[in-house]
């Protein structure tokens, strides 16, 4: 049974704090796709790697012919598991996903780990706004809301628009923005009074 005072982070933006000491971790935005009492799952938005989507889909065999796709990054959604693929996406229906491996974010997104999004895509069908992953962030249970205790991050509700429309170079402060006032001019030390 959940307890009253558990948070949930779904479908929210969680923004490293200036300062943040994890490697990692240190400026990143990850999407939470899901958090429960089991703990968390996320997708790092803004840190792109060196394979464009045209060489991802080459290595699973499949052409990708739409121009606006080709050329994007994948990107580095985390530590776990990064010789798998997370394709990020616009929900693309009232009954549910079209996709056989699909995680529906409550208020938010869609997130598939099957390759038939991808063949879908190359097939000039599929999800219009996707952001395709190697990798996903992962916390255990209660882990997540330690880092949080300790300052390590800031939430707030995610905005399709900073994932799909926001220049990867400016998601940070986008993200920021949404909080309504600027972070940085908060210290990085908690006061005890």
């Known amino acids: 049974m959940a307890s009253a005072d558990r948070i949930d982070l779904t479908n929210q933006f969680l923004i490293a704090m200036p300062g943040m000491a994890d490697e990692t971790f240190a400026g990143t935005v990850v999407y939470l796709c899901e958090h429960t009492e089991k703990g968390a799952l996320g997708l790092v938005i803004n840190k792109p790697i060196d394979i464009k989507l045209k060489n991802l889909f080459e290595k699973v065999e499949l052409s990708l012919d739409r121009e606006e796709l080709a050329e994007q990054p994948v990107y580095f959604g985390g530590p776990v598991q990064t010789e798998r693929g997370f394709v990020l996406h616009e929900k693309l229906g009232e009954t549910g996903s079209v996709y056989s491996s699909t995680m529906s974010i409550p208020g938010g997104l869609e997130m598939t780990t099957s390759k038939d999004v991808l063949e879908a895509m190359a097939n000039g ?52 923005s949404l909080l309504g006032f ?7 030390q908690v006061g005890h009074s």
Not at 182 to 188: E, G, I, K
């Open 125 to 176: 069908a599929g999800p219009r706004k996707v952001l395709i992953t190697l990798g996903y962030s992962g916390w255990q249970a209660g882990q997540l809301e330690e880092e949080l205790a300790r300052n390590g991050w800031l939430t707030v509700d995610a905005d399709p628009q900073v994932i799909f429309d926001t220049p990867i170079e400016k998601r940070y402060d986008r993200a920021l």
């Open 182 to 188: 600027d972070p940085r001019m908060l210290s990085q």
